[in-house]
Every structure is written in structure tokens, then in C-alpha cells.
């Protein structure tokens, strides 16, 4: 329980949304507000820590500037303090440290110096009603083929949480995006009711799979009807994209043009696109993971037009009711699954690996534990491998 108390108060959820999380976990206590409170001060857990050292928190800034963080205004810097430091204390503090410590930075990321679109109107029954996947391809550079890093994520239109996010070095191969959709129903138990996707070859595995679970519950008259197809520019995760390229994204991508750029890294070579995969592909799905644990508990304002709730996307998904919504998850048996899995075939093989044994070994005795590696020091891992390892 402390740890769990611990978690959320980190995470900044409100005590009236604690309390949803610890009645559906803790039935066997009685819980109130008042409860909820001699516990977490039983526990010695507060949402502001104002013993902390101002010392700690520039540390803590100074580490996260180094890295992807570097993109991140005040607000999410905080939060993310929070969550991966376990520093909590107030926003304003943030501020201050930031304007002291990178001053340009902060002005540049002024949200309100940005144009914003008018936006459309949309609304939603509840989480798992309609699930938005695309692939990202900012990181692939030309023609999407420069770079072997794809990103494919899901997001739930209702509470705005991402369901899951792989960094793989193709997000355009069937295969690969049918086992992770299948990686997620395994971990879920739950079968959204419909999927938005682009029409491409790329959907094709997953959207079987999706049709033919549907199907065994005979809820629609038309399964394939559950597959809406549609340009990515109207699909509800293409605003999040910006928000990934504009506070993770970029920081990499600096690092991969300057490979490019010094003529230190060629695309046509087999070798150069092997290492640099074994190197950025697990840091860089190190930082996303990180990223969409803030996005997930990261509090979403009111929007205009926008008939979805505000508030935290993990609460809303966890208690739609609280916001006029209705989970419309189809729950799945490890049978269907499995038996799934077997007709789909994509379980069958490694799809992910696409490094050559020999060099994969090279690797491992040189840099056994990549995912390790501090984002700021990719490059020169890169750069590492390169230097010890050469094409047969």
C-alpha cells in the first residue's frame, strides 16, 4: 500500500482520484478523504517537499537538460522531477531553476508564443471504443529509410492514454506491428471495439487479428466495420506525435544528423545500420516508455469543442463513469489469444531482430547492456562500436 500511495502522490494524481485507485485495490479498508490523509502522513508521504534542497533540484535539472528533458517546459519538467527523481516540490521553483539554468530554452518553449489550429469537433462512448495506431516516422529521416528507428504507439481517444508505444527498426512491416498489437491484447485482456488506422499494407496483420477476435463475440454484424480507415491527418494520435517530436524527438535527432552530417555514418551500409540500431533503438524506447509514463499521468485542461473529458488519461481510462463514459473493452481469455497468435503466425518468429548474429555478438561483449547507456552518450557509443567492429 505505501508503495502504491507513494506512486500516486508522486504522479500528482488529486486525493479524490487516490482514493478511486486505492477503493478498487484496498476493498478490505474503509476509505475517506480523512483516511486517505492519516495514512499518507502515517506513511510520511506529501505532495510538496519543502526541505529539499535547492542544490538537489538544479541537480536534477542539470540531468534532465543534458538529455531529452532539455525539451520539456517548466510544467512537465516538474513532473517529470517528480516521477523519475522523486523530487516534489513546487512549480515555481522549476521555473526558477530552469530560467537560471537555461533561460533561452525555457523563452523558446513558451507555448503561447506558438500559433495553435482551430480544432474540430470529436467525441467518444469511452476508452476502448475507438483506438488511434500510426506509425512515426521522424526519427527515419529521408524517405523514411535514412535511420532504422520506426515508432508505432496506440493511443484511446476517450482518456487520451497511450496504450503502448515500441521503437522497432521498421514501423511499416506487417509483421511487426501485428505482434505488438497482440504483445498489448496479451498484457490487457481487453479487445478495443474499434481501431483507426491508416490504409496501408502495414495495418493488414493487425487488422486481421482484430476481426477475428471480434468476431468470436459476435457483437457486430460486420466485424471488418470495426476497422476505420482514414489519412493520417485526421487520426487522433498525429496531435500527439508533435508532442513526442517536440520534447523527446529532437534531442535525438540532433545526434543522428550530426552522424550523417560527419559523413560518420552511411545508410547504405549494413554494418553502420546495425550498430546504430543495437545503440539508439533501446535508448531511445528507454526515453519514450519515460515519456508516456508523464503523458499518461500528466493532467489534459478543458478544450473547446472537444466533447472528451479533462483530467489524468490513466484515472479517466480507470473510471470512465466519473466522466459520463463507459468502458467498451471486450474482455479476452488466454484461449482466444493464443489461438490467435497460432492463426496469425506472427508469434511464430523473431521479427525484431534483424542484426546479424555475428555482429550482435560483437556487440554484446562491447556493450552488453545498450539500454544503459545515458541518451546524451549514444552518439559516442555509436562511435564506440564502430571503431571495434568491422564488416567480414
Given at each position: 500500500?505505501?508503495?502504491?500511495?507513494?506512486?500516486?502522490?508522486?504522479?500528482?494524481?488529486?486525493?479524490?482520484?487516490?482514493?478511486?485507485?486505492?477503493?478498487?485495490?484496498?476493498?478490505?479498508?474503509?476509505?475517506?478523504?480523512?483516511?486517505?490523509?492519516?495514512?499518507?502522513?502515517?506513511?510520511?508521504?506529501?505532495?510538496?517537499?519543502?526541505?529539499?534542497?535547492?542544490?538537489?533540484?538544479?541537480?536534477?535539472?542539470?540531468?534532465?537538460?543534458?538529455?531529452?528533458?532539455?525539451?520539456?517546459?517548466?510544467?512537465?519538467?516538474?513532473?517529470?522531477?517528480?516521477?523519475?527523481?522523486?523530487?516534489q516540490?513546487?512549480?515555481?521553483?522549476?521555473?526558477?531553476?530552469?530560467?537560471?539554468?537555461?533561460?533561452?530554452?525555457?523563452?523558446?518553449?513558451?507555448?503561447?508564443?506558438?500559433?495553435?489550429?482551430?480544432?474540430?469537433?470529436?467525441?467518444?462512448e469511452?476508452?476502448?471504443?475507438?483506438v488511434?495506431?500510426?506509425?512515426?516516422?521522424k526519427?527515419?529521416g529521408?524517405?523514411?529509410?535514412?535511420?532504422?528507428?520506426?515508432?508505432?504507439?496506440?493511443?484511446?481517444?476517450?482518456?487520451?492514454?497511450?496504450?503502448?508505444?515500441?521503437?522497432?527498426?521498421?514501423?511499416?512491416?506487417?509483421?511487426?506491428?501485428?505482434?505488438?498489437?497482440?504483445?498489448?491484447?496479451?498484457?490487457?485482456?481487453?479487445?478495443?471495439?474499434?481501431?483507426?488506422?491508416?490504409?496501408?499494407?502495414?495495418?493488414?496483420?493487425?487488422?486481421?487479428?482484430?476481426?477475428?477476435?471480434?468476431?468470436?463475440?459476435?457483437?457486430?454484424?460486420?466485424?471488418?466495420?470495426?476497422?476505420?480507415?482514414?489519412?493520417?491527418?485526421?487520426?487522433?494520435?498525429?496531435?500527439?506525435?508533435?508532442e513526442?517530436h517536440?520534447?523527446?524527438?529532437k534531442?535525438?535527432?540532433?545526434?543522428?544528423?550530426?552522424?550523417?552530417?560527419?559523413?560518420?555514418?552511411?545508410?547504405?551500409?549494413?554494418?553502420?545500420?546495425?550498430?546504430?540500431?543495437?545503440?539508439?533503438?533501446?535508448i531511445?524506447?528507454?526515453?519514450?516508455?519515460?515519456f508516456?509514463?508523464?503523458?499518461?499521468?500528466?493532467?489534459?485542461?478543458?478544450?473547446?469543442?472537444?466533447?472528451?473529458?479533462?483530467?489524468?488519461?490513466?484515472?479517466?481510462?480507470?473510471?470512465?463513469?466519473?466522466?459520463?463514459?463507459?468502458?467498451?473493452?471486450?474482455?479476452?481469455?488466454n484461449?482466444?489469444?493464443?489461438?490467435?497468435a497460432?492463426?496469425?503466425?506472427?508469434?511464430?518468429?523473431?521479427?525484431?531482430?534483424?542484426?546479424?548474429?555475428?555482429?550482435?555478438?560483437?556487440?554484446?561483449?562491447?556493450?552488453?547492456?545498450?539500454?544503459?547507456?545515458?541518451?546524451?552518450?549514444?552518439?559516442?557509443?555509436?562511435?564506440?562500436?564502430?571503431?571495434?567492429?568491422?564488416?567480414?
Amino acid at each position: 500500500m505505501e508503495n502504491d500511495l507513494r506512486k500516486y502522490v508522486s504522479q500528482n494524481f488529486k486525493r479524490s482520484e487516490i482514493l478511486d485507485f486505492v477503493q478498487r485495490d484496498f476493498p478490505e479498508y474503509t476509505w475517506s478523504t480523512a483516511t486517505l490523509d492519516r495514512r499518507l502522513r502515517h506513511f510520511g508521504i506529501y505532495y510538496i517537499n519543502y526541505d529539499t534542497p535547492v542544490a538537489a533540484v538544479s541537480d536534477a535539472v542539470q540531468k534532465e537538460l543534458e538529455g531529452p528533458g532539455k525539451l520539456l517546459g517548466y510544467r512537465a519538467m516538474n513532473q517529470k522531477l517528480r516521477t523519475e527523481h522523486n523530487v516534489q516540490v513546487p512549480r515555481h521553483l522549476v521555473y526558477n531553476v530552469m530560467a537560471e539554468l537555461d533561460p533561452e530554452g525555457l523563452e523558446a518553449r513558451n507555448l503561447q508564443r506558438k500559433k495553435k489550429k482551430v480544432k474540430g469537433h470529436f467525441t467518444s462512448e469511452g476508452p476502448l471504443w475507438v483506438v488511434s495506431l500510426d506509425g512515426h516516422d521522424k526519427l527515419c529521416g529521408y524517405q523514411n529509410s535514412t535511420f532504422p528507428l520506426g515508432v508505432y504507439a496506440g493511443i484511446d481517444t476517450f482518456s487520451r492514454k497511450i496504450l503502448f508505444l515500441f521503437v522497432c527498426y521498421s514501423n511499416s512491416n506487417p509483421l511487426v506491428i501485428g505482434k505488438m498489437y497482440l504483445r498489448y491484447l496479451f498484457e490487457s485482456q481487453m479487445l478495443p471495439r474499434n481501431l483507426r488506422v491508416d490504409r496501408g499494407t502495414e495495418t493488414g496483420k493487425m487488422a486481421t487479428i482484430h476481426v477475428f477476435l471480434l468476431n468470436q463475440h459476435g457483437i457486430m454484424d460486420d466485424p471488418t466495420d470495426s476497422i476505420i480507415y482514414g489519412p493520417s491527418t485526421s487520426n487522433k494520435i498525429e496531435r500527439w506525435w508533435r508532442e513526442l517530436h517536440e520534447r523527446l524527438e529532437k534531442f535525438f535527432k540532433e545526434q543522428l544528423v550530426a552522424l550523417l552530417r560527419g559523413r560518420e555514418y552511411d545508410p547504405h551500409v549494413a554494418l553502420h545500420r546495425q550498430l546504430l540500431a543495437y545503440v539508439f533503438i533501446p535508448i531511445v524506447q528507454r526515453e519514450c516508455d519515460i515519456f508516456v509514463k508523464y503523458w499518461n499521468c500528466h493532467r489534459i485542461r478543458g478544450q473547446d469543442k472537444l466533447e472528451i473529458p479533462a483530467g489524468v488519461p490513466d484515472h479517466i481510462f480507470s473510471f470512465p463513469e466519473q466522466y459520463g463514459g463507459t468502458n467498451m473493452g471486450i474482455p479476452l481469455s488466454n484461449d482466444q489469444l493464443r489461438e490467435v497468435a497460432e492463426v496469425s503466425g506472427v508469434m511464430d518468429e523473431d521479427v525484431f531482430d534483424f542484426i546479424d548474429p555475428r555482429v550482435k555478438g560483437e556487440c554484446l561483449q562491447l556493450l552488453p547492456n545498450p539500454e544503459k547507456v545515458e541518451s546524451k552518450n549514444a552518439i559516442e557509443a555509436f562511435r564506440f562500436l564502430k571503431r571495434n567492429i568491422t564488416s567480414p
